[in-house]
């Protein structure tokens, strides 16, 4: 039976999970401004958590409906949410990643990452509170 404490987690958890690979990928993007024809990539974070608390999932996993249907991999669930971002400045070498925009996406995505974390502390801290009666 699942708890109330374990439904508000639930957002908070797909949320960091989210912030998580969407940093990995614009670490990646940013390591990759040199490397020519690479594409960079991002996650759309309002549409991907959308669908994270529509299907109340944990991690991200395929339903197998029929008895034929293969199993997926043990890759990452949440690279299936990685699109490619659109080019704002054609480049010579087929690269699309603007440093200026990976930077300020970096930034952005780890303010988000940090408020996220102080949330889950202040909801922790106060369950806390209330149980000793504080």
Do not use: W
């Not at 949320?15 to 993007?29: G, T, Y």
């Not at 974070?45 to 109340?56: D, H, I, P, Q, T």
């Amino acid at each position: 039976m699942r708890t109330q404490l374990d439904r508000q987690m639930q957002i908070h958890q797909s949320a960091l999970n989210l912030q998580a690979q969407r940093q990995q990928l614009l670490a990646s993007n940013i390591a990759n401004a040199d490397t020519p024809n690479y594409k960079a990539r991002d996650i759309d974070f309002r549409e991907a958590l959308k669908g994270a608390v529509g299907e109340r999932m944990g991690p991200l996993a395929l339903s197998a409906t029929r008895p034929g249907h293969l199993q997926g991999s043990g890759g990452n669930p949440l690279d299936g949410l990685a699109k490619y971002r659109t080019e704002l400045q054609s480049s010579v070498d087929g690269n699309t990643v603007n440093m200026d925009v990976e930077r300020a996406a970096f930034a952005e995505n780890a303010i988000h990452y940090e408020a996220s974390i102080t949330f889950i502390n202040g909801l922790l801290s106060g369950m806390q509170r209330a149980i000793t009666g504080q």
